[in-house]
């Protein structure tokens, strides 16, 4: 079986409006790195090109990406262009090739004049969030979470997350529980994140995401969600337990 085939089978990864479980989104980075790995003979060279391939899929307007039926093949053809062309002429080294699109990080002004929330409150509601997660149950999960809640994703340009912003409870908890769809060797934790409870994501040991939650009362309102594997590298260099 191609490769491109191996791709187009990881799970049905086609939906763009709630995004795609992390897991098939973490195998399908795994799987485009041994292809152009295989094309380019460096794996320094392969991780360049699929950054550069991310950046194309993140260029493309939301009007765009969502006429792409299948965006995984859309990727990997995308990505074998680009390694063909490095087989020919190799990118250019150091500053210049900061000219390539670039995916610029979400700014966000945090929620003012909420409902005040203790540390108490604010450790239960991430609790319960968990809980609902961890049961993928979104009856569990809709009451947690504010009617004007808000989800912001972070995948620095590197992982094929959900680039606008996501509005409404409905929307927020959707994309919640189809990101964090967990398969095995998953897991999810209560942890201190930029000083308050958060929650971590594991697979296979390895620190593969970490939101962190705006709490009003006792519902979150926003929740960060960072996949971008430069920003969780700390994580995973022994300084977080």
């Not at 460096?42 to 991310?54: F, G, L, M, P």
């Not at 209560?190 to 970490?210: I, P, Q």
């Amino acid at each position: 079986m191609s490769q491109t085939a191996r791709l187009s089978g990881l799970s049905h990864v086609n939906r763009v409006d709630d995004g795609s479980p992390l897991a098939d989104l973490l195998d399908e980075r795994r799987h485009l790195v041994a292809l152009a790995h295989r094309m380019l003979g460096s794996a320094d060279d392969a991780e360049s090109a699929v950054d550069e391939c991310y950046r194309q899929w993140y260029a493309l307007s939301d009007r765009e990406r969502e006429r792409i039926p299948v965006p995984l093949t859309w990727v990997a053809a995308g990505l074998g262009r680009i390694c063909r062309a490095r087989r020919v002429l190799p990118p250019p080294e150091g500053p210049a090739g900061a000219a390539r699109p670039t995916v610029p990080d979400v700014v966000v002004a945090r929620p003012r004049g909420g409902e005040p929330t203790t540390l108490r409150q604010h450790d239960a509601v991430v609790h319960a969030v968990r809980r609902a997660l961890l049961a993928a149950d979104v009856d569990l999960l809709l009451p947690l979470l504010a009617p004007d809640a808000a989800a912001f994703f972070d995948g620095g340009g590197k992982i094929r997350t959900l680039v606008a912003p996501v509005h409404g409870r409905d929307r927020v908890a959707r994309g919640l529980l189809r990101l964090l769809d967990r398969g095995p060797h998953t897991t999810l934790a209560a942890h201190s994140v930029n000083g308050r409870t958060g929650l971590v994501v594991r697979h296979d040991r390895r620190v593969v995401a970490v939101l962190s939650l705006d709490v009003s009362g006792t519902e979150a309102v926003r929740v960060w969600v960072v996949v971008n594997p430069d920003k969780l590298r700390p994580w995973n260099a022994g300084r977080h337990p």
